[in-house]
């Protein structure tokens, strides 16, 4: 239970990260994002909520990362996805992913998912009412490597300043979503210091088998 706390705790500071960072009104002000802590296989551990929604698209995005990734997830990678035919929601709502390793062992993803104001397309703020083909909606990320083992993947930020109306916003948008993953590895790499990995990840499965139980009781 006090593992459960710390990572509710985490996952509002996540939040508050990302809010008080990001450079959309969107997100600051409507909260038109969320943000998680999944296990290596995608299943959602704790969340904090801006639009709910997000949090159930969590584990289809983080699993297009493993179908495209597995074997090749590293300490200090980084992964952008928007792509709604890989479990995105639209174009303008932007997954950033981290996997969290604690001395090598990979233990969780931390994601956060948010509106960006503007990712390019037909109309200014990316949201063409007409639109007949998701190509006038705007870029298109399928699960990317943003950064690889820590290297920042400039081609991936030189497309993005290239294509959108508001290049300012839409990469403060984007670094704002990087900070919010970072501050939760930092986070759980506390609690691992403190607990250690195996009660962490014990801590996991234990939150995820008493959800199972409680819900089918209900249901």
Sequence with gaps: EIIRGKLLAVVDEMGLVLARSSMSPVIYEVLDFACGICDPAGQLIAQTNGITV?????????????????????????????????????????????????????????????????????????????????????????ALKLFDRGVRQDAIYEIIETNVRLPRMSLGDLNAELASVRIADIRLAEVAGKYGADKLVAAFEHILATSERLSRAAI
């Design 54 to 142: 997000f949090t159930g698209t969590f584990s289809t995005q983080i699993s297009a990362v493993l179908r495209k990734f597995r074997g090749n997830i590293n300490p200090g990678d980084v992964f952008i996805m928007n792509n709604p035919y890989e479990g995105g929601t639209h174009l303008c709502d932007v997954a950033v992913m981290k996997p969290v390793f604690i001395a090598d062992r990979f233990v969780a993803f931390a994601i956060a998912l948010a509106h960006w104001s503007e990712v390019g397309g037909k109309t200014p703020g990316s949201l063409p009412p007409d639109a007949t083909e998701v190509f006038q909606e705007g870029i298109r990320f399928p």
